[in-house]
């Protein structure tokens, strides 16, 4: 076999090995995929925390919180709230707890080790919760969002926000996400557990499109 083939070959499994890591970050990969995530998601982040319309005194949650960026900026806007982040990767709760400690050191943050499946708060506990690029990570989404329901009081507004499928995705990686009827199933989900007010939006985002899914607690 080539150097060049060789070097390709071993290229190819670290990558392989750096993708599966943005699933369930663990050890020096897992921290380099964390890095990744945090300046690559910096639009999208704020692109959801906008369309949360977070109050100060609002108590918000993130499911799947990663590196921290957006639990940050939500806890900067629930001023006199709380902004909780769970993450089911110990790499991703430690990363975003120090991306947070000012907001944890003030008693406005905190992060948790937990999957979507199994929220650690009592019922009603939050107003508002959001989701970025993790939900397809999420072992059942089914469970995740009933369990994000569960954690909500009545009026409570949710975000979820995902990468989705571009008709010529070809060999990019930000191309690639959800499909159509995926995105439709997921809405689909959403109004069978309860929720109203369901809805979803494309936004282009240069190399990539994220659409928006909107719900509304009863």
């Not at 990663?66 to 089911?88: E, F, I, K, Q, T």
């Not at 009603?124 to 469970?143: I, K, M, Q």
Request: aromatic share 4%; hydrophobic share 45%.
């Amino acid at each position: 076999m080539s150097e060049e083939l060789e070097h390709g070959s071993a290229s190819g499994r670290l990558m392989a090995r750096l993708n599966s890591n943005f699933g369930q970050p663990r050890g020096l990969l897992g921290r380099l995929a964390g890095w990744i995530m945090a300046r690559e998601n910096v639009r999208a982040n704020r692109l959801v925390v906008e369309l949360l319309a977070i109050g100060a005194q609002d108590r918000v949650i993130e499911v799947g919180c990663g590196p921290g960026v957006a639990l940050a900026d939500a806890a900067d806007r629930a001023s006199r709230g709380m902004a909780v982040g769970v993450d089911p990767s110990a790499v991703m709760v430690a990363q975003a707890t120090r991306h947070c400690r000012k907001a944890i050191a003030a008693g406005r943050a905190e992060v948790s080790r937990a999957p979507a499946a199994a929220l650690p708060f009592a019922d009603g506990s939050f107003t508002r919760a959001f989701s970025v690029n993790a939900l397809p990570h999420w072992p059942s989404a089914r469970e995740g969002l009933a369990e994000v329901k569960r954690v909500l009081g009545p009026e409570a507004r949710v975000v979820i926000a995902l990468r989705k499928q571009r008709q010529s995705a070809g060999a990019d990686p930000h191309a690639h996400g959800a499909s159509e009827g995926e995105v439709a199933d997921l809405c689909a989900t959403l109004q069978d557990l309860g929720f109203r007010d369901v809805g979803s939006r494309d936004h282009e985002l240069g190399r990539e499109t994220l659409v928006t899914i909107l719900a509304v607690t009863p």
